[in-house]
């Protein structure tokens, strides 16, 4: 069975909470899937299929604090990521202006500038518009899967 890996950064839970409503959508469409909370460079530079990147924004753009490690060894160890296709959700809040989904879109240029491959477009959720990410998020995951061709099962 093939993996999917959902790689999360998350402050208060909801970016954790979206990757466990989405899972059971993979494993449906047939894939074996982990849920990472304190992802490491390893979780992408050796892993060979799909990886789903759930994350949201802290402070001014930032990102939160459990995902910094990672993005600290991807702008430290600087690897080639061309085997990586990913899906991203970025959670965030209108409100902030500027700094909107901030850490989502900097982690998305961050895999750009590494040679990793973004299937679709990125999903941003508003915190302004949206109540619950999953109202988002779960529609977009099953339209993802439908038009990226991913269910194996
Ligand atoms: C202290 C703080 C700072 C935030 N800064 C930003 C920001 O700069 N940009 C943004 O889009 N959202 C920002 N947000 C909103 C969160 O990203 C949003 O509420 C998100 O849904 C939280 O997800 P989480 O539950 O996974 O932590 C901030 C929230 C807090 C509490």
């Known amino acids: 069975m093939p993996k999917l890996n959902i790689l999360v950064g998350t402050m208060y839970g909801g970016a954790l909470d979206v990757a466990e409503q989405v899972k059971p ?16 460079l390893n979780d992408v530079t050796s892993h060979d299929g799909i990886t789903l990147f759930c994350v949201s ?30 899906g991203l959700i970025a959670l965030g809040d209108s409100s902030y202006g500027e700094t909107f989904c901030g850490a989502g879109r900097a982690l998305d240029a961050l895999l750009d500038d590494h040679g990793a491959t973004r299937l679709g477009e990125r999903l941003e959720v508003d915190a302004m518009e949206t109540f619950m990410a999953d109202d988002a998020a779960l529609p977009w995951v099953e339209e993802w899967i439908e038009s990226q061709q991913l269910k194996v099962a």
């Not at 899937?33 to 490491?40: G, R, T, W």
């Not at 930032?62 to 296709?85: A, E």
């Open 25 to 40: 959508l993979f494993e449906q469409a047939g894939y074996s899937v982990d849920i990472i909370e304190q992802p490491s």
């Open 57 to 86: 924004t802290t402070g001014s753009g930032d990102f939160p604090g459990s995902f910094v490690p990672f993005v600290r060894s991807l702008r430290d160890q600087s690897p080639s990521l061309t085997t990586l296709r990913y």
